[in-house]
């Protein structure tokens, strides 16, 4: 096996995804780099904001939406391979063989039969077709794109799927002669399908844009000011993108429709009318924890990370830190009885201000024979505006070991 994957290694002709190879050809436009992001699947990562707003998405739908016997009713998927067919991608979702959003610029195609799925939405078919009625997919997505503070070529999608049975549509009706389907089947208009009876239509409408209004208020706050706006996707008719307020300008965070009824009755639910949206996960955590650029998600400094480690992540806000290099220093002393560390961290605050970002304690013993106690502690020194030069922080370590001499009566072990 080793032999048989370093030979496979060696040839430029083979890409590897996500533990399977593939022959390169002349469709291939995946690179290294964003191969190297498949399979990282922030979305899963515990305490990670992508993962905290799938996981309050999900406690929504568990929380609102339950089966007859008081179990979920949407089942969750969110570990499911980006690396999918073209016709996943497309043909099963009805995409026409000509759409713009084939395009191979578009596109992170891996050969002519594979690619790195460009939304969510390439699962619908599939998990209708195993039978499912209520579910939720989250993943991470591709698309060649702009790079700039709100596009990145790798984001994450969560979609829903809901579809509904007459009976369950019109359970609250009194009229009892409504139907999901015209009995001759009529043309497109810009309000429906064909097949499908404006009632149903307006119902399932009722019903999607209810459940995400109410869902981004769960996210946000009651008085969230969002709006709906017609838009065009080629597996739903009527279809919807909803946009909310923030920071005085209008952002698109979901597209949304009723489900194309030829897809569904490829997929074996005909018999069914139903709603799907895909919301971006980015775009709504950026809202919620004042993320200011999207580059951010991928970082595996902690000082990004921590800030969501807490005991509430509802009330994050997303403090940013400097993107220059930091210079660590440390200061030992001999403490007085009285001393608390405390004492030492707000002389450095006094002294230092904000050049300092971060006092630990990184020692402490006792003198076996004097009793007294030696601390160390741990300067990170860096500004949120340039390079601290060696000096510069030198002698602000100076001017804080100086002052704690001084000031708190500590005594500096050299
Ligand atoms: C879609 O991807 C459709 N599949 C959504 C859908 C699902 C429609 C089900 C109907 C039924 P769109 O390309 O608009 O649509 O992307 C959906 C959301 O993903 C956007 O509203 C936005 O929140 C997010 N998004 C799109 N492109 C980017 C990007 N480059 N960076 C970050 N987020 C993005
Ligand atoms: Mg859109």
């Known amino acids: 096996a080793r032999y048989a994957s370093s030979v496979a290694n060696s040839n430029p002709d083979t890409i590897f995804v996500d533990g399977r190879s593939f022959q390169r050809d002349d469709m291939t436009t995946v690179t290294p780099k964003i191969i190297s992001r498949v399979g990282q699947n922030l979305h899963n ?90 579910f939720l997919v989250t993943g991470d997505v591709y698309r060649r794109d702009e790079i700039d503070a709100s596009h990145y070529p790798v984001f994450h999608q969560l979609e829903a799927v809901r579809l509904y049975t007459p009976h369950e549509l019109f359970d609250k009706c009194d009229d009892k002669n409504l139907r999901l389907f015209e009995s001759s089947p009529g043309c497109r208009t810009v309000e429906k399908q064909g097949q499908h009876t404006l009632e149903a239509v307006k119902l399932v409408e009722y019903e999607l844009k209810n459940t995400l209004v109410s869902c981004m208020k769960h996210l946000f706050r009651e008085d969230l000011e969002s709006r709906w706006i017609e838009a065009e996707f080629p597996f739903t008719h009527p279809s919807w993108e909803l946009e909310i307020k923030f920071q005085g300008e209008w952002l698109e965070v979901l597209g949304s429709g009723i489900m194309s009824h030829q897809l569904l009755d490829s ?148």
């Open 267 to 414: 997929a074996g639910a005909g018999d069914k009318i139903g709603y799907a949206f895909g919301v971006g996960l980015e775009r709504l955590a950026m809202i919620l924890y004042d993320i200011p650029d999207i580059r951010l998600f991928w970082s595996e400094d902690e000082r990004f990370l921590s800030q969501f480690k807490v005991q509430d992540p509802t009330k994050v806000k997303f403090k940013p830190f400097s993107k220059y290099p930091p210079l660590i220093q440390d200061l030992s002393f001999w403490c007085p009885d009285e001393y608390t560390s405390n004492d030492f961290y707000d002389l450095v605050r006094t002294v230092a201000g904000d050049l300092v970002e971060q006092v630990s304690l990184v020692d402490e013993f006792q003198h076996p024979k004097t009793e007294r106690t030696s601390r160390c502690y741990r300067i990170v020194y860096r500004s949120m505006e340039k390079t601290l030069t060696k000096e510069e922080a030198g002698d602000m370590h100076i001017s804080i070991g100086r002052t704690a001499q001084e000031r708190l009566g500590l005594e500096m072990r050299m």
């Open 45 to 134: 990562q515990k305490h990670h904001p992508l993962c905290l707003i799938k996981e309050r998405i999900t406690d929504f739908f568990y929380g609102a939406y339950l089966n007859r016997r008081g179990n979920p009713l949407f089942s969750v998927y969110d570990n499911i391979s980006p690396v999918v067919t073209m016709q996943q991608n497309f043909d099963s979702l009805t995409t026409p063989k000509d759409h713009i959003s084939r395009q191979k610029g578009d596109n992170y195609y891996i050969n002519r039969d594979y690619m790195l799925r460009a939304h969510t939405s390439a699962h619908e078919h599939e998990l209708v077709k195993a039978g499912l009625d209520a």
